[in-house]
């Protein structure tokens, strides 16, 4: 993943890709979340070593959506931790619009969200060549 983010930095940096939308698909969040599953914070932490845990933005949502479905709060060390994988690409964006999406590319869901993200990007390109320069 550090090499990933670390390529992604050497996308963001070359000239060709300035004031570009960018779409990210982490795929393979099954298996993310079995691998989380069976381990805890501190090996993620063995990869990232500045991760720290669960923001409270985060603990607060995580608890909203849960009690939105009546779930009960038991361990889901997964989704801080593809949280915080997702906030380090998120932090790159230096003015343009960056869009990451979780994915397990199989589920039909997920390619309709990815689909919504593009034709927003593609609506917003379209809208800022028409508009005059002032």
């Known amino acids: 993943m550090r090499e990933t983010l670390s390529l992604f930095k050497e996308l963001l940096e070359l000239p060709s890709c300035e004031q570009k939308s960018i779409i ?72 343009r619009s960056i869009y990451v999406h979780l994915v397990v590319a199989i589920q039909t869901d997920n390619v309709k969200l990815i689909w919504q993200d593009i034709r927003n990007v593609l609506i917003k390109q379209i809208i800022e060549s028409t508009m005059p320069v002032m």
């Open 24 to 95: 990210v698909l982490l795929n393979k969040l099954d298996l993310f979340k079995e691998k989380m599953g069976s381990s805890r914070k501190e090996n993620f932490q063995k990869f990232f070593t500045e991760y720290k845990g669960m923001s409270i933005a985060c603990l607060l949502s995580l608890v909203r959506r849960r009690l939105t479905r009546l779930c009960s709060l038991g361990p889901m060390d997964w989704e801080p931790c593809a949280n915080y994988i997702k906030q380090q690409f998120l932090g790159m964006a230096q003015k």
